[in-house]
């Protein structure tokens, strides 16, 4: 059973936070957490479906494998989100391989604990498909960001993604390894770097694993900004 902060934690995320607490809570409270060391599997691709997973600390990527042997990012999550909700109610393989990318502690909740309650609680089942839908937004942003953002706003959109407000500055944890945030943005390792130093010039520091935004405003505005205004202007 989850403490009062991993309980916090796990309404945070997409699937929690829009139930009441009343629902929320005896579910949360019902699940186990589980440590994984950093590089551990969490489940394998063509596994079947048994639980939904709430990050409650450090970082998991979500991949698969291509024919040609290379790693393909799917997804990368930390503190406060879910994955797995998709395919956990139809007792199908997962699509995809999770793995611990730093020591993990992670919230178990049994698909089958919240198929037995949705029956006299719907709004389980409304959860559910908001935050499936939450999912499906993000790939789809994520394949906007490869056709219509440059590298560096990419990374920056990245950052926003990790940042707790809305404005003023921000400090964020990145996993340790930088291969793994390249791969998820569609980038070398390399060009990370370069897209790292362009945004210095827009308060963006990193050390070592922190990323400190000293303006998320004007950090935001970059990351929307039209790479065609030049073109416009000239016309």
């Known amino acids: 059973m989850a403490d009062g902060a991993d309980l916090a934690t796990a309404r945070s995320a997409v699937l929690f936070s829009s139930l009441p607490r009343a629902i929320a809570d005896p579910i949360l409270q019902r699940s186990i957490t589980k440590t994984f060391k950093r590089g551990e599997t969490i489940f394998c691709q063509g596994d079947v479906a048994q639980n939904i997973y709430v990050v409650l600390d450090g970082w998991v990527k ?15 999550f930390t503190k406060g989100r879910s994955f797995g909700e998709a395919v956990a109610f139809e007792n199908i393989a ?14 178990l ?6 198929t037995t309650l949705m029956r006299d609680q719907p709004e389980i089942a409304m959860a559910i498909v908001s935050s499936t839908f939450r999912h499906l937004h993000s790939l789809v942003a994520q394949v906007e960001q490869l ?16 940042c707790d407000a809305d404005s003023g500055s921000c400090t964020i944890t990145l996993p340790y390894d930088k291969t793994l945030i390249a791969g ?11 897209a790292f130093n362009r945004l210095e010039a827009l308060g963006v520091k990193i050390a070592h694993n922190q990323a400190s935004i000293a303006d998320i405003e004007q950090l935001r505005e970059y990351m929307h900004e039209d790479r065609s205004a030049p073109w416009k202007k000239a016309e």
């Open 184 to 194: 998820r943005l569609g980038m070398q390792p390399a060009s990370l770097s370069r």
């Open 109 to 114: 909740v049994r698909t089958s604990l919240l």
């Open 94 to 107: 997962y699509p995809v391989t999770a793995e611990a990318v730093t020591d993990t502690r992670l919230l």
């Open 62 to 76: 979500l991949f698969r494998i291509t024919p040609t042997g290379a790693e393909a990012v799917v997804g990368v």
């Open 147 to 162: 056709k219509a953002h440059t590298g560096a706003q990419r990374v920056a959109e990245f950052l926003l993604e990790l």
